[in-house]
């Protein structure tokens, strides 16, 4: 299941070394959960939706501070003289809680979570998030990095940006690919959608989705997308529930926004 996961990420650099790191995480003896990744919240969050079902969306903070970040790249070149550095997240290593239950509540889950964001601010490094709740989804916001010097600072999420789309149809990807050019002429930052070919995010789909927004804010712009992809009247593949991971890449300044499936998670009797 975990592997049906990880297909839906954008497999550059940017996620390739998440992706590889999470694949290494280790379950400690009891309820407590070792994971240690680039992205270590994010890594928690998708063990989190591939354990209990849940969607939970994460978004990167926007990393400046050297320590914060490392350059990886005579790891990824085979010269070891590219045109410019390549960086990622640093790694760090959280160890936080979670049930033993197969099927938990939205107040065991977010327990979970509270968990996983003190671990995060344990560590010192990387951003510290909150947690917003809202009709059964739970999302990551950061709210605080390090600046060049190292001190902490507040720092707003991109996706609180209000956006205005023209209401058209519009294919799985084009939709996608709307909010996030309205959240970057808004911001002046880049944000794209990872790159997919075939299947529900080719291009060439048809576009039955109507879609539309004036003046929202870009996180409930995309609650929408996700929510009008998933009404039974218009879903035209199995997929029940969607979620998403918004990566920041500290070599480009930009972001890339990776739309993942939650999976369908059988309760259990306790």
């Not at 959280?94 to 995060?120: E, G, K, R």
């Not at 944000?191 to 409930?220: K, M, Q, T, W």
Request: aromatic residues 8%; glycine residues 6%.
């Amino acid at each position: 299941m975990r592997d049906k996961l990880f297909r839906r990420l954008k497999f550059s650099v940017l996620t390739w070394i998440a992706v590889s790191l999470v694949a290494q995480s280790s379950l400690a003896s009891g309820s407590t959960l070792t994971i240690s990744d680039g992205r270590p919240v994010a890594a928690g969050v998708q063990e989190l939706i591939t354990r209990y079902g849940y969607v939970i969306t994460y978004e990167d903070p926007r990393y400046s501070y050297d320590a914060d970040v490392e350059d990886v790249t005579n790891l990824v070149t085979s010269d070891g003289r590219p045109n410019r550095r390549i960086l990622v997240p640093r790694t760090s290593t959280l160890i936080f809680s979670v049930p033993s239950l197969t099927s938990i509540d939205q107040n065991a889950m977010l327990s979970s979570l509270q968990s996983l964001v003190q671990a995060q601010r344990n560590v010192g490094q990387g951003g510290r998030f909150d947690i917003l709740q809202a009709e059964g989804v739970f999302h990551l916001i950061p709210t605080q990095v390090r600046d060049e010097t190292g001190n902490w600072i507040s720092q707003g999420s991109i996706l609180d940006t209000l956006i205005t789309l023209p209401s058209e149809k519009r294919n799985e990807f084009g939709v996608f690919a709307a909010i996030c050019n309205a959240i970057a002429a808004a911001t002046h930052t880049k944000i794209s959608v990872a790159g997919f070919s075939g299947g529900i995010y080719s291009r060439s789909n048809p576009a039955p989705y109507l879609i539309g927004a004036s003046h929202e804010r870009a996180r409930d712009v995309l609650m929408k997308a996700l929510s009008l992809m998933q009404d039974p009247s218009n879903k035209r593949w199995s997929v029940n529930k969607m979620s998403w991971l918004l990566f920041f890449d500290p070599t480009n300044q930009s972001y890339v926004l990776n739309i993942v499936d939650v999976p369908t998670v059988t309760s259990s009797t306790t």
